[in-house]
């Protein structure tokens, strides 16, 4: 008889899970998916600021070295700023000096060449263009002369950094076919025909130098990668970092060679932190209790001692509409960074409408007079008791230099700077 099969049986073999044991592990799967998801989302925006940041620098910036670029460090003449200038600010490391100093030496600043305070400005504005041809510019500087003007200004440094004229201490060449002008012969032939050279420069907005030197660079996340005030299809671009000891040392260089070569006063715009898309990811590094405020001031008196030294002056470029404002990008109030203004009251700067700190006005350019004086009117008691007027005229029009000179007059704002592409003086 063949011997039977046992068949062996489990306890647990008719158990039925129960409906919270399977909701339990319902519920374990939604956490790890969640927590999976949680992760590679936090990677992403990172990972991707890398790559664009890769991308754009590789766009705008593709050779590896630039031995053509001077380092700041190497520039002739380095002066260290007054103990009194900065506040005390975290130490950074130091900057390579291994490219040679130029050889040849800046100029020695002019005598007498200081603007006396209180000096009655009415300038008017010439373009690269003009400065190129010494022909063209003694026949502008003869019509400005038969206008009654005293001063004319020119432009320095644009707001993507490039140098317009011929500089030693320039961080990357002009781009192909933009010819810098000779600022020296420019000043030289200004001052000849009875009037003062004024040059205008941005400071800290200036992609090109920051992408020479990531130690000048605002940074993305604390990262060693460019933050961009954009995304980079948009054409987002870096800028320098008020911060940073490399990038105020090299715009004080470029001050005080600008009044080395003959321009008597230096306009400073753009002395700001960034503006744009993502600033919460925008930092600067070890900022220790410097406020804004504080780091863009400290900036103005390094640079006006500078150029001080050198028998040059020092205005700050204020637009009217940031004085209402008052934004973070310059750590509030930007009327309380110098003593020395330029008021931009260009109605063109507000837009079709403007409405801030209690000021609104619509269409401000269908009657610029009227605007400028309404934004005197706001502004009473908040400027300084001496200023320059700065006012930009898109359409080249003869009759708003006009109305807005009169509203001026009228105010006895006796300094102001006319900026025209085509000025047509009256």
């Known amino acids: 008889m063949p011997k039977a099969v046992k068949v062996k049986r489990y306890k647990n073999i008719y158990k039925r899970r129960t409906p919270l044991s399977i909701l339990l592990r319902v519920v374990c799967i939604v956490v790890v998916v969640g927590l999976l998801g949680f992760i590679g989302w936090s990677a992403y925006e990172p990972v991707r600021a890398y790559l664009d940041s890769i991308a754009f620098e590789w766009k705008n910036n593709p050779t590896p070295s630039l031995p053509e670029i001077p380092d700041i460090s190497a520039s002739p003449e380095p002066e260290a700023p007054a103990p009194e200038s900065l506040p005390e600010l975290p130490p950074e490391p130091a900057v390579s000096a291994s490219d040679p100093a130029p050889a040849e030496s800046e100029p020695a600043a002019p005598e007498g060449s200081e603007i006396p305070s209180g000096t009655q400005l009415r300038g008017a504005y010439l373009p690269v263009s003009d400065l190129l041809d010494p022909n063209l510019l003694a026949a502008r500087l003869s019509d400005f002369q ?17 140098l317009l004229y011929r500089s030693k201490r320039g ?99 753009s002395v700001m932190f960034p503006v744009g898309v993502r600033l919460d990811a925008a930092t600067y590094g070890e900022t220790g209790d410097v406020s804004r405020s504080e780091v863009l001031s400290a900036f103005v008196r390094q640079v006006s001692s500078a150029v001080s030294a050198k028998g040059g002056t020092v205005s700050l470029i204020v637009r009217a509409a940031d004085v209402f404002s008052n934004p973070d990008s310059l750590g509030g109030d930007p009327l309380v960074l110098s003593d020395q203004i ?34 005197l009117d706001a502004l009473s008691g908040r400027l300084p008791g001496q200023f320059t007027a700065l006012i930009q005229d898109p359409n080249n029009s003869t009759a708003m230099v006009q109305a807005v000179q009169e509203v001026l007059k009228e105010n006895g704002v006796e300094s102001y700077l006319i900026v025209q592409e085509s000025p047509n003086p009256n």
């Not at 038969?146 to 490039?162: F, H, I, M, P, Q």
């Not at 996340?221 to 800028?239: A, F, Q």
């Not at 609104?360 to 400028?372: L, N, S, Y």
């Open 146 to 162: 038969e206008a009654g003007y005293t001063a004319v200004l020119v432009d320095l440094k644009d707001a993507n950094g490039s």
């Open 171 to 269: 961080r990357i060449p002009l781009e192909e076919g933009v010819t810098p002008y000779d600022l020296s012969a420019a000043c030289e032939q200004i001052r000849a025909a009875g009037m003062l050279p004024i040059g205008r420069m941005h400071t800290f907005r200036d992609y090109t130098a920051a992408l020479s030197d990531n130690n000048m660079a605002v940074q993305y996340l604390d990262t060693r990668e460019h933050w961009l005030d954009n995304s980079r299809e948009k054409g987002g671009k870096p800028w320098l970092n008020p911060y940073s000891e490399q990038a105020r040392a090299y715009l004080v260089g470029l001050a005080e060679e600008a009044v080395s070569m003959g321009v008597e006063q230096i306009l400073l715009d």
């Open 342 to 375: 330029t008021l931009n009251l260009s109605p063109a700067v507000l837009g079709e409408n403007f409405s801030a700190g209690g000021f609104t006005v619509e269409h401000p350019m269908q009657d610029p007079g009227d605007t400028v004086q309404r934004m």
